[in-house]
Protein backbone atom coordinates (compact mmCIF):
# COMPACT_ATOMS: atom_id res chain seq x y z
CA UNK A 1 0.00 0.00 0.00
CA UNK A 2 1.15 3.21 -0.60
CA UNK A 3 2.29 5.61 2.34
CA UNK A 4 1.46 9.34 1.80
CA UNK A 5 3.30 11.88 3.85
CA UNK A 6 1.64 15.44 4.66
CA UNK A 7 3.00 18.43 6.97
CA UNK A 8 1.29 17.87 10.89
CA UNK A 9 -0.65 21.28 10.66
CA UNK A 10 -0.40 24.95 8.88
CA UNK A 11 -1.80 28.54 9.52
CA UNK A 12 -3.08 30.46 6.90
CA UNK A 13 -5.15 33.83 6.89
CA UNK A 14 -8.39 34.22 5.16
CA UNK A 15 -8.46 35.09 1.55
CA UNK A 16 -5.19 33.56 1.19
CA UNK A 17 -4.20 30.70 -1.54
CA UNK A 18 -3.22 27.70 0.69
CA UNK A 19 -1.27 25.13 -0.69
CA UNK A 20 -0.70 21.49 0.81
CA UNK A 21 1.69 18.83 -0.34
CA UNK A 22 1.44 15.09 0.13
CA UNK A 23 4.00 12.60 -0.67
CA UNK A 24 3.66 9.26 -1.96
CA UNK A 25 6.83 8.02 -3.23
CA UNK A 26 5.53 4.16 -3.59
CA UNK A 27 2.44 5.31 -5.54
CA UNK A 28 1.39 2.28 -7.67
CA UNK A 29 0.60 2.28 -11.63
CA UNK A 30 -3.36 2.10 -10.63
CA UNK A 31 -3.50 4.22 -8.15
CA UNK A 32 -5.49 7.52 -8.03
CA UNK A 33 -4.96 10.31 -5.23
CA UNK A 34 -7.88 11.60 -3.06
CA UNK A 35 -7.96 14.43 -1.25
CA UNK A 36 -10.69 14.64 1.59
CA UNK A 37 -11.98 17.60 4.22
CA UNK A 38 -12.80 16.31 7.77
CA UNK A 39 -14.05 18.47 10.08
CA UNK A 40 -14.81 17.93 14.16
CA UNK A 41 -17.46 15.06 14.70
CA UNK A 42 -18.16 14.47 10.78
CA UNK A 43 -17.74 12.33 8.53
CA UNK A 44 -14.33 13.22 5.99
CA UNK A 45 -15.96 14.71 2.42
CA UNK A 46 -14.56 14.53 -0.76
CA UNK A 47 -12.85 17.08 -2.49
CA UNK A 48 -11.03 16.22 -5.25
CA UNK A 49 -9.23 13.30 -7.14
CA UNK A 50 -6.96 13.21 -10.31
CA UNK A 51 -4.09 10.66 -11.84
CA UNK A 52 -1.64 12.79 -13.40
CA UNK A 53 -1.01 16.59 -14.29
CA UNK A 54 -3.75 18.97 -13.62
CA UNK A 55 -7.37 18.44 -11.88
CA UNK A 56 -9.46 21.62 -10.67
CA UNK A 57 -13.20 21.64 -9.50
CA UNK A 58 -15.33 24.30 -7.88
CA UNK A 59 -13.41 24.19 -4.64
CA UNK A 60 -9.95 23.33 -5.06
CA UNK A 61 -7.19 22.38 -7.54
CA UNK A 62 -4.63 19.46 -7.50
CA UNK A 63 -1.45 19.67 -9.26
CA UNK A 64 0.42 16.07 -9.69
CA UNK A 65 3.65 15.93 -11.30
CA UNK A 66 5.04 13.80 -13.68
CA UNK A 67 6.51 11.00 -11.30
CA UNK A 68 3.31 11.33 -9.43
CA UNK A 69 6.02 10.85 -6.09
CA UNK A 70 3.64 14.08 -4.95
CA UNK A 71 0.44 16.15 -5.23
CA UNK A 72 -0.25 19.76 -3.68
CA UNK A 73 -4.00 20.55 -3.09
CA UNK A 74 -4.69 23.84 -3.71
CA UNK A 75 -7.52 25.78 -2.15
CA UNK A 76 -7.80 29.22 -3.49
CA UNK A 77 -8.81 32.51 -1.09
CA UNK A 78 -9.49 30.46 2.02
CA UNK A 79 -11.92 31.24 4.32
CA UNK A 80 -12.49 30.92 8.52
CA UNK A 81 -15.04 27.97 7.52
CA UNK A 82 -11.81 25.76 5.62
CA UNK A 83 -10.28 25.75 9.22
CA UNK A 84 -10.29 21.48 9.35
CA UNK A 85 -8.13 18.30 8.71
CA UNK A 86 -7.29 17.84 5.27
CA UNK A 87 -6.70 14.08 4.41
CA UNK A 88 -4.20 13.16 1.18
CA UNK A 89 -5.04 9.10 0.05
CA UNK A 90 -3.97 6.78 -2.62
CA UNK A 91 -5.71 3.80 -3.63
CA UNK A 92 -7.01 1.76 -6.62
CA UNK A 93 -10.56 0.59 -7.61
CA UNK A 94 -12.10 -2.23 -5.25
CA UNK A 95 -11.34 -5.18 -7.80
CA UNK A 96 -7.77 -4.89 -6.72
CA UNK A 97 -8.62 -5.22 -3.18
CA UNK A 98 -8.59 -0.93 -2.46
CA UNK A 99 -8.37 -0.33 1.10
CA UNK A 100 -8.23 3.15 0.79
CA UNK A 101 -5.70 4.12 3.90
CA UNK A 102 -5.70 7.77 5.46
CA UNK A 103 -2.80 9.03 6.98
CA UNK A 104 -2.46 11.75 10.29
CA UNK A 105 -4.06 14.46 7.57
CA UNK A 106 -2.98 18.00 7.77
CA UNK A 107 -4.17 20.53 10.21
CA UNK A 108 -5.03 23.70 8.62
CA UNK A 109 -6.49 27.10 10.70
CA UNK A 110 -7.22 30.09 9.04
CA UNK A 111 -7.23 32.93 11.06
CA UNK A 112 -9.31 36.17 10.62
CA UNK B 1 -30.51 10.88 -3.46
CA UNK B 2 -29.86 10.21 -0.06
CA UNK B 3 -26.55 10.25 1.97
CA UNK B 4 -24.95 7.86 4.11
CA UNK B 5 -26.50 7.39 7.09
CA UNK B 6 -25.48 5.57 10.50
CA UNK B 7 -26.93 4.42 13.94
CA UNK B 8 -26.77 4.99 16.29
CA UNK B 9 -25.37 8.07 16.71
CA UNK B 10 -24.03 7.49 20.12
CA UNK B 11 -23.88 4.79 22.54
CA UNK B 12 -22.09 3.72 25.51
CA UNK B 13 -21.02 0.18 26.47
CA UNK B 14 -19.03 -1.62 29.27
CA UNK B 15 -16.01 -4.05 28.76
CA UNK B 16 -17.07 -7.26 27.38
CA UNK B 17 -19.99 -6.15 26.03
CA UNK B 18 -21.06 -6.70 22.11
CA UNK B 19 -22.09 -3.80 20.10
CA UNK B 20 -23.72 -3.69 16.48
CA UNK B 21 -23.14 -0.13 14.19
CA UNK B 22 -25.87 0.15 11.18
CA UNK B 23 -24.88 1.82 8.14
CA UNK B 24 -27.15 2.83 5.04
CA UNK B 25 -25.21 3.20 2.09
CA UNK B 26 -25.61 6.12 -0.90
CA UNK B 27 -28.27 5.28 -3.80
CA UNK B 28 -26.54 3.84 -5.91
CA UNK B 29 -23.56 2.56 -4.11
CA UNK B 30 -22.35 -1.05 -4.36
CA UNK B 31 -19.34 -1.19 -1.83
CA UNK B 32 -19.16 -0.45 2.29
CA UNK B 33 -16.27 0.63 3.83
CA UNK B 34 -15.59 0.42 7.59
CA UNK B 35 -13.44 2.82 9.77
CA UNK B 36 -12.23 3.29 13.47
CA UNK B 37 -11.34 6.93 14.45
CA UNK B 38 -10.03 7.62 17.47
CA UNK B 39 -9.70 10.94 19.08
CA UNK B 40 -6.89 13.02 17.55
CA UNK B 41 -6.15 10.50 14.52
CA UNK B 42 -6.89 9.39 11.16
CA UNK B 43 -9.60 7.09 10.39
CA UNK B 44 -8.19 3.64 10.50
CA UNK B 45 -9.43 1.14 8.04
CA UNK B 46 -11.37 -1.99 9.53
CA UNK B 47 -12.34 -3.54 6.09
CA UNK B 48 -14.70 -3.45 3.11
CA UNK B 49 -17.50 -5.03 1.40
CA UNK B 50 -17.95 -5.27 -2.27
CA UNK B 51 -20.66 -7.83 -3.13
CA UNK B 52 -21.74 -8.68 0.07
CA UNK B 53 -17.90 -9.96 0.41
CA UNK B 54 -15.46 -9.02 2.60
CA UNK B 55 -12.84 -8.13 -0.02
CA UNK B 56 -10.26 -6.06 2.14
CA UNK B 57 -9.29 -6.02 5.67
CA UNK B 58 -6.63 -3.24 7.89
CA UNK B 59 -5.06 -4.38 11.53
CA UNK B 60 -8.19 -5.25 13.41
CA UNK B 61 -8.69 -8.52 15.20
CA UNK B 62 -11.25 -10.95 14.33
CA UNK B 63 -13.93 -9.25 17.18
CA UNK B 64 -13.87 -7.15 14.62
CA UNK B 65 -16.55 -8.46 12.06
CA UNK B 66 -19.02 -7.17 9.44
CA UNK B 67 -21.94 -8.06 6.96
CA UNK B 68 -23.24 -6.21 3.44
CA UNK B 69 -26.72 -7.13 2.68
CA UNK B 70 -28.54 -7.64 -0.85
CA UNK B 71 -29.40 -3.64 -0.17
CA UNK B 72 -25.76 -2.88 0.05
CA UNK B 73 -26.67 -1.36 3.97
CA UNK B 74 -23.67 -2.73 6.62
CA UNK B 75 -23.17 -3.70 10.00
CA UNK B 76 -20.04 -3.47 12.21
CA UNK B 77 -20.28 -5.68 15.15
CA UNK B 78 -17.35 -6.17 17.54
CA UNK B 79 -17.37 -8.64 20.40
CA UNK B 80 -15.73 -8.28 23.41
CA UNK B 81 -15.33 -5.19 23.74
CA UNK B 82 -12.11 -3.05 25.23
CA UNK B 83 -11.80 0.51 26.47
CA UNK B 84 -9.27 1.26 23.60
CA UNK B 85 -12.55 0.14 21.03
CA UNK B 86 -13.61 3.79 22.21
CA UNK B 87 -13.65 5.91 19.06
CA UNK B 88 -15.97 7.17 15.96
CA UNK B 89 -16.58 4.73 14.01
CA UNK B 90 -17.51 5.71 10.59
CA UNK B 91 -19.19 3.56 7.11
CA UNK B 92 -18.41 5.12 3.84
CA UNK B 93 -20.05 3.74 0.58
CA UNK B 94 -18.87 4.39 -2.74
CA UNK B 95 -19.34 2.85 -6.68
CA UNK B 96 -17.05 0.69 -7.55
CA UNK B 97 -15.42 1.38 -10.23
CA UNK B 98 -13.42 -0.11 -13.13
CA UNK B 99 -10.81 2.03 -13.35
CA UNK B 100 -9.81 4.53 -10.91
CA UNK B 101 -10.27 4.70 -7.58
CA UNK B 102 -13.92 5.04 -5.84
CA UNK B 103 -14.87 7.96 -4.13
CA UNK B 104 -15.93 7.70 -0.47
CA UNK B 105 -18.78 9.28 0.43
CA UNK B 106 -18.94 9.27 4.89
CA UNK B 107 -21.54 8.94 7.10
CA UNK B 108 -21.34 10.91 10.37
CA UNK B 109 -20.34 8.19 12.53
CA UNK B 110 -21.28 6.39 15.68
CA UNK B 111 -19.48 7.53 18.99
CA UNK B 112 -18.85 4.32 20.84
CA UNK B 113 -17.48 5.30 24.17
CA UNK B 114 -16.53 1.86 26.13
CA UNK B 115 -16.46 2.42 30.09
Known amino acids: LAKTTQPISMDSYEGQEVNITCSHN???????ITWYQQFPSQGPRFIIQ???TKVTNEVASLFIPADRKSSTLSLPRVSLSDTAVYYC?????????????FGAGTILRVKS | ETGVTQSPTHLIKTRGQQVTLRCSSQSGHNTVSWYQQALGQGPQFIFQYYREEENGRGNFPPRFSGLQFPNYSSELNVNALELDDSALYLCASSLAATTGANVLTFGAGSRLTVL
Open chain 1, 26 to 32: NIATNDY
Open chain 1, 50 to 52: GYK
Open chain 1, 89 to 101: LVGDAPEYGNKLV
